[in-house]
């Protein structure tokens, strides 16, 4: 069975950081580009980060100079390294797996979400 669990979500105030991961199992890891999409209430899902089996990464234009996303095959875990966040990046986010990396596609596996909430 495949799974994707997320943690590390939290309450946080503006500037503050936070660190997500996404422990895998039920997939051979190192086969799948992985991505971190977010979700806000009333709002279309939407990529955040991605990351290619060969550890290229992308980002959304919201991210760059503030998020990082690594993984770390040995472990099956994938992060994103969120800095200096702002109220909008206040969402759930989800981690996803999938073998090709079109991040606009929703397609591969999904995780159950995590809440970050950016707030004073």
């Known amino acids: 069975q495949v799974q994707l669990v997320e943690s590390g979500g939290g309450l946080v105030q503006p500037g503050g950081s936070l660190r997500l991961s996404c422990a895998a199992s039920?997939?051979?890891?190192?086969?799948?580009?992985m991505g971190w999409y977010r979700q806000a209430p009333g709002k279309q899902r939407e990529l955040v980060a991605g990351i290619t089996r060969y550890g290229i990464p992308n980002l959304a234009d919201s991210a760059k100079g503030r998020f990082t996303i690594s993984r770390d095959n040995a472990k099956n875990t994938v992060y994103l390294q969120m800095n200096n966040l702002k109220s909008e990046d206040t969402a759930v986010y989800y981690c996803n797996a999938r073998l090709i990396s079109r991040w606009t596609d929703t397609t591969g596996y999904w995780g159950q979400g995590t809440q970050v909430t950016v707030s004073s």
């Open positions: 039920g997939i051979i890891f190192g086969n799948y580009a």
